[in-house]
């Protein structure tokens, strides 16, 4: 994800833009056709390593992404970069191999939609 040089400034979590705190909720709640209506059309996710393009993809992404495992999540910190990309922290704990994780959601919005979407450690 291209974004400025700049140093982000940690926010706190209601502060997010609406669309991110959407996403995150209907995300968290495994409700992929609510997540998607917070994308752009040629939206891109990456997470784990690949990448889905456009609303078939993602929606096929957003379906899958965490059924392998059983976890909990919790948003533990945000930053504004800039007021088309924002980052939230998560911290994963589950049945998956390690037990803890510690994931960035880096988003690209543009009027009101999430352009771009990249999930990683």
Known sequence: MSTPDTDPTSVRIDH???????FLAAHDAREAGAALRTLAPGAVVVDDGRTHRGPEQVLQFLRDAGTRFTYTSELVGAQRVDDAHWVTSHHLVG???GGTADLRYRFALEDDLITELVIAP
Do not use: S
């Open 16 to 22: 997010l833009p609406a669309t991110v705190r959407a």
């Open 95 to 97: 049945d998956f191999p």
